[in-house]
């Protein structure tokens, strides 16, 4: 994968590389790319468009700003104070390697979840779409598994969806939940090569299944995710956190502003922060629209939305 940029003399070239490609070796560090140079021709090579993507940006806005009189070499050193203040304000990196992908907390926010996990038997992580929850969860319990700290891995969700029901759905069990699982698998096969989740699968190393199937089970040795907890009635929740068993973890993953349960059920998610609150070994964490990690847009969007609900009637 790689971008090419062509500057305008060898001028440029000379002003962007520094003394001994410094500047260059700067914007590597900067943005996980590789550049290269080859007369006045720029080349960008990363593992994924977005490195590439952010390396070109970062390589025009040095040039247009050194068009505006500034010098390249201070607004390096500019980006890298930015850099060290942003992982000083962290506190701690944290970061996951998995299947060639690194992954670590993105905001103070997913940080706080990150520790949480580790100091904790049972976490509640809750806040609106693009956080990073069930992401996250995921890293950690594929960090668990390879270091041997849990023995399997369980991933649930409770089977409810804008009002439609299992058995409407076509084809055997696992056409029916696939869709309510979707998630899950997609955040997974991001973190493990696809046969090697087939293999961990049939092994009983990793179990993916509908929240309605873990009753009556005790799950030891265990990194246990429910996600989209927000669709599960008072009752699944205490069944769920009820399977806890010795060497595990639980996560409970959701979004209390989107609930798809009928309006006249109680959402178990909302319950257990009254019920659980200031009890040892569990911890809730909160994140907000300053967590979202998606889209720019998506922060817009979830702003506008609260803004009209916390809008006073007239």
């Given amino acids: 994968m790689q971008e090419s940029i062509f500057l305008q003399s060898e001028h440029e070239v000379r002003l962007l590389t520094g003394v001994v490609d410094k500047n260059i070796r700067t914007i590597e560090r900067l943005t996980n790319a590789d550049v290269c140079l080859r007369d006045t021709e720029i080349i960008i090579k990363g593992k994924s468009p977005k490195a590439i993507e952010t390396c070109k940006n970062l390589i025009m806005y040095l040039l247009q700003e050194h068009g505006q009189g500034r010098s390249i070499d201070e607004l390096l050193r500019a980006e890298v104070e930015k850099r ?10 944290v970061t996951f390697a998995h299947h060639n992908k690194e992954i670590s907390p993105r905001t103070k926010g ?10 904790n038997d049972v976490v509640f992580c809750i806040g609106p779409a693009g956080t990073g929850k069930t992401y996250l969860a995921m890293a950690l319990a594929v960090e668990y598994l390879k270091q041997d700290k849990v023995e399997r891995i369980i991933l ?4 409810v969806e804008t009002g ?4 409407y759905l076509p084809g055997d069990l696992n056409a029916k939940i696939n869709p309510y699982l979707r998630p899950l698998l997609d955040a ?3 973190m493990v090569p696809a046969e090697e989740i087939s293999l961990k699968m049939e092994r009983g190393l990793i179990e993916i299944l509908p929240l309605a199937y873990m ?3 005790t799950l030891n040795d265990a990194f246990v995710i429910l996600d989209e907890a927000q669709n599960a009635s008072p009752l699944q929740v205490k069944m769920f956190l009820t399977r806890l068993g010795f060497g ?40 907000t629209e300053k967590d979202v990690v998606r889209h720019s847009l998506v922060k817009e969007i979830l702003k506008a939305y609260e803004k009209k609900h916390t809008r006073p009637k007239k």
């Fill in 84 to 93: 060290e203040r942003k992982v000083a304000a962290l506190d701690e990196v």
């Fill in 110 to 119: 997913q940080l706080a979840f990150v520790k949480a996990v580790y100091d």
């Fill in 156 to 159: 649930s969700r409770p089977a």
């Fill in 164 to 167: 439609e029901r299992l058995g």
């Fill in 188 to 190: 997974l096969h991001e």
């Fill in 215 to 217: 009753r009556g089970r």
């Fill in 248 to 287: 595990s973890k639980m996560v409970v993953t959701g979004d209390i502003t989107q609930i798809d349960i009928p309006a006249d059920k109680k959402s178990g998610l909302v319950e257990v922060q009254r019920i659980l609150k200031g009890v040892g070994g569990i911890q809730f964490i909160y994140l």
